[in-house]
């Protein structure tokens, strides 16, 4: 028997075996206990392709896909699904505005957000509207699969490259002492960085991660220490010995 591949065309080739391990999702409210999931993002092939994978799983069935927030709600309204399964950047409502109307009036349906942004205010504000679990886009198929089983089965789900933003959430809730907002581990680690030279390409490589977060971390450091330029910045680190003076 064929299979249907990405582009919805048959194939002679099996599901990959991180589609075919069915046993990992959960029963749903569905017919022959069906899991229902709503898709939405903005982007209609991300939508296909992941109606696609999802539907190698004779236990999942989706019950509408949207790349509209508001129209996301409305079919969360409608068809009550186990899971909504979205993007956190559309049209219409927001994802964080999506999460809240869901949770008030939906709070059966599990909510998963698929995120190209890791910074702790987007993780943050999501988890505070009511969102059960956080996944960076840039994560596997089989990922997905852990991330739907976790929301179900233990509640939460934060994917391990987002979960150390929550970390730096948590030791960046104080001030510091001379009444600037403290800067997390990893907020100093990108002003040790720049004050030594490196260039945010370089520092997104040292780091491992892309270069938009590096340049989020910058922002943010400047908007904390209120300078205006990395030399600033610079002088800010030297001061707060984040960096060694030379002989």
Do not use: W
């Not at 799983?57 to 509209?68: A, L, R, W």
């Not at 999506?98 to 890791?118: G, I, K, N, S």
């Not at 886009?137 to 987002?162: C, N, Q, T, W």
């Not at 002492?177 to 004050?195: C, H, K, M, W």
Request: glycine share 10%; charged share 25%; hydrophobic share 40%.
């Amino acid at each position: 028997m064929s299979n249907l591949n990405f582009a919805g065309q048959k194939s002679d080739h099996a599901v990959p075996a991180a589609c075919d391990n069915r046993s990992r999702l959960p029963a749903g409210s569905g017919p022959g206990g069906r899991l229902k999931i709503v898709l939405a993002d903005e982007h209609a092939l991300m939508r296909e392709g992941l109606a696609a994978l999802l539907g190698a799983h004779g236990e999942v069935g989706i019950s509408g896909s949207t790349g509209d927030g508001r129209e996301c709600v409305r079919l969360v309204l409608r068809e009550e699904p186990d899971l909504l399964i979205f993007d956190n950047l559309m049209g219409g409502f927001n994802g964080v505005e999506v999460v809240r109307r869901v949770a008030a009036h939906r709070p059966r349906t599990r909510m998963l957000c698929l995120a190209a942004q890791d910074d702790i205010r987007f993780v943050r504000e999501f988890f505070d509207a009511g969102v059960h679990g956080y996944l960076a886009k840039r994560s596997a198929f089989a990922m997905l699969l852990e991330a739907i089983e976790h929301v179900f089965r233990s509640g939460y789900y934060v994917s391990p490259d987002v979960a150390h933003v929550l970390v730096e959430g948590f030791r960046s809730r104080h001030a510091s002492t001379d009444g600037q907002p403290a800067l997390t581990s990893r907020e100093r680690e990108v002003a040790r960085l720049y004050a030594e030279g490196l260039g945010t390409r370089d520092i997104a490589d040292r780091l491992s991660v892309s270069m938009k977060t590096i340049a989020t971390h910058r922002e943010h450091v400047m908007e904390k220490i209120g300078a205006q330029s990395i030399a600033q910045l610079t002088r800010y680190a030297i001061r707060q010995g984040l960096v060694p003076l030379d002989d």
